[in-house]
Each structure stands twice: as structure tokens, then as C-alpha cells.
């Protein structure tokens, strides 16, 4: 899985889940995965939502 912001890849635990986080719009249904750098760089959810591509 890619990074919504910096496009690098995710890791992944064994059982398929992101080390990382998912940052959800409000009004929308759609997910975004966040990995664990951006989430240093960009403290807020409205940080994270500004620079996703």
C-alpha cells in the first residue's frame, strides 16, 4: 500500500495491516492511508488532509 502524501510504501505487519494510520475526509466515505513519517511531519488531521495529493 502507498502513502497518500509521499507516495513511498506502507509496511505491513503479517496480518496485512498498516503501520501507519488512515485519514477519512468529514462528508466522505473514502480512506486515505497515511505511513508513519508523514504522521511525524504533519501533527493535525487538517495538516494530513492538506497535503494529501
Do not use: D, H
Amino acid at each position: 500500500m502507498k502513502c497518500s502524501i509521499c507516495n513511498g510504501n506502507i509496511a505491513e505487519t503479517f496480518l496485512k495491516k498498516i503501520l501507519g494510520a488512515y485519514v477519512k475526509k468529514e462528508g466522505s466515505s473514502k480512506k486515505y492511508p497515511v505511513c508513519f513519517e508523514c504522521q511525524k511531519k504533519f501533527t493535525t488531521k487538517e495538516e494530513l488532509l492538506a497535503n494529501i495529493k
